[in-house]
């Protein structure tokens, strides 16, 4: 899933946890077991139900009938700067596509994501404080949770042929996104298809530590910006 040498360490899928309550009917009762009579008000009325949440573990967010509004780059992205795990985070670029092949590279995923109806990609990339490490965050946003499986699955090859096409920044780190070998591939979040790409500046090989390191940046950036946003609205259905 990368652009030059192919290195994929595997991701694992992040799981939500999903508010379990469900709307409870309130009851209005007279207190009266007595049947009505003439002349006697008409009995109280049974209180709305308040609507019951989705099921699936991502509530709201399965589908973009129960989740309609579009993404934000400000939503997903609205810090410069994000901390994870002791480490800080700047953020350097962003932007959102509506033509979401234009921020994937190949031929597959594209396919897969205009069949899924993906209707804007956003993304943004970060370098941590040493500028040694950096990296592309992208969300697609799909119609449904099945069709963000999909994208998942086309992303997460042995082969680096199908992956999140990097968004280099101006900056003195991360206009080196691209360029060398990476860590790659992404996880669902409901209808939702979280993308990731991160590397060192120079574009070595990872050692098997490297690799850790790289893998910690990718999910620890995802969780301090995209994971919140996503989260709220599984729980909503509306931006947070």
């Known amino acids: 899933m990368r652009s030059f040498l192919p290195t994929f360490v595997a991701i694992g899928v992040l799981v939500v946890l999903v508010a379990a309550g469900v709307g409870l009917a309130l009851f209005v009762g007279s207190g009266d077991a007595s049947p009505a009579t003439a002349g006697s008000p008409p009995p109280a009325a049974t209180a709305p139900v308040p609507p019951v949440k989705p099921g699936g573990e991502f509530g709201f967010a399965e589908s973009r009938t129960t989740d309609p509004h579009a993404l934000t780059v400000g939503e997903l992205f609205g810090s410069r700067k994000v901390r994870a795990d002791g480490k800080t985070y700047q953020l350097t670029t962003r932007r959102a596509d509506k033509k979401c092949k234009n921020a994937v590279v190949g031929s597959g995923l594209q396919k897969t994501l205009t069949a899924g109806k993906c209707t804007q990609l956003v993304r943004a990339s970060f370098r941590d404080a040493s500028g040694k490490i950096i990296g592309t965050v992208g969300v697609a946003n799909l119609k449904t949770s099945s069709a963000a499986a999909k994208v998942v699955k086309a992303v997460s090859g042995k082969k680096l042929e199908e992956y999140l096409k990097v968004l280099p920044g101006k900056d003195s780190a991360t206009k080196f996104l691209g360029k060398g070998e990476a860590f790659a591939g992404g996880w669902r979040h409901g209808h939702y298809a979280v993308l990731v790409w991160f590397q060192f500046k120079d574009g070595h090989l ?17 969780d301090a910006t995209v994971t919140p946003a996503l989260e709220s609205r599984s729980l909503t259905g509306k931006r947070p």
Request: glycine residues 6%.
């Open 206 to 222: 990872p050692t098997k530590n490297e690799a850790k390191k790289l893998n910690a940046a990718a999910f620890g950036v995802a």
